[in-house]
């Protein structure tokens, strides 16, 4: 049994950042999200109560805005203007975490490396297993001072429609889809009006609740092997991450980077865009 080991460019534990929240360099993320219908106002429980010094990161406003598709990732420029106006820059080791314990989070640490900034982490279990072992919060909006920064998209790591369509034909990477066995085998219907039910042809299905332990943190390299062995994965072949819209996909894409899988990327658009279009074939079951 491996145990669990952090990495300030994955994931790390809340006692890691407990140790280190009073660093100079150190920027933390709230990045708390929530599916249409959850019931849930991801600001207003910001507002309330963060982990000390934390920035609120709004996944639907920091997105490309040319798009009609949800939260799709933000122009670099964008993205670069959010960030110094949070005062996070060039130099900060970011820590991002989410109120429901490992879900948006890792949308957040996806987009960063997309720009090409790696020295960023995901709080293991979030907020609510901060909140659990009695660590500090506040209801204090940060002081933010603007900070430099310099990115270099990383397009490897993104996939749009047609290059997933073209590695679903040719068979030339695992396209593993995080949303749940009902929802992958078209049985239940998409929280998104107009969708169709299904998945793309030859995905495999590993929703991303079989890579969390009981209390929200990520399973051991060992349990998170196991998970895509499961779910008949080649981890051998490149791989492509797909969910409904981008967002628990990434749950899937930090799994994949602990495991040191190296020749991973996101499909974007994901359900939200392949279930829109009726020329795309869908299969089911």
């Keep these: ?12 534990s809340t006692a890691w950042l407990a140790a280190h929240l009073k660093d100079p360099d150190l920027r933390v993320i709230d990045a708390s999200w929530y599916l249409p219908g959850s019931e849930r106002d991801a ?4 507002k309330a109560a963060h982990i000390p010094g934390a920035r609120f990161f709004d996944i639907d406003e920091i997105t490309d ?26 130099g900060h080791q970011v820590v991002v975490y989410d ?4 879900y948006s989070a890792a949308r957040v640490w996806w987009t960063f490396r ?37 990115v270099s ?29 009902a929802r992958f085998k078209g049985e239940a219907p998409e929280p998104r009006p107009g969708l169709r039910g299904g998945h793309i042809p030859g995905s495999k299905n590993v929703p991303f609740s079989v890579l ?27 791989a492509i991450t797909t969910c409904g819209s981008g967002v628990t996909a990434a749950v899937l ?15 974007d658009g994901s359900w939200a865009e392949w279930g829109m279009y009726e020329d795309l074939a869908v299969e089911k079951g």
């Design 1 to 12: 049994m491996t145990t669990f080991t952090d990495d300030p460019k994955t994931l790390v």
């Design 43 to 46: 600001k207003a429980e910001y």
């Design 65 to 90: 805005s040319r798009s009609n598709l949800p939260h799709m990732a933000p122009p670099p420029e964008k993205f670069v203007a959010r960030m110094r106006a949070m005062g996070i820059g060039d």
């Design 99 to 102: 109120g429901a314990g490992l």
């Design 114 to 150: 997309l720009m090409g900034k790696t020295d960023i982490a995901v709080l293991d279990g979030g907020f609510p297993k901060w909140q659990a072992e009695g660590r500090e919060v506040e209801d204090m909006p940060p002081v933010m001072r603007d900070r430099h920064m310099m």
């Design 153 to 181: 998209r990383q397009n490897q790591l993104v996939k749009d429609v047609t290059q997933v369509a073209h590695a679903a034909k040719l068979g030339e990477a695992e396209i593993i889809d995080a949303r749940s066995a």
């Design 212 to 238: 969390l332990n009981p209390d929200g943190t990520m399973k051991s390299v060992d349990g998170l092997r196991a998970a895509f062995d499961a779910a008949g994965v080649n981890l051998a072949k490149p």
């Design 253 to 267: 894409s930090l799994a994949l980077e602990r495991l040191g899988h190296k020749n991973h990327a996101l499909y």
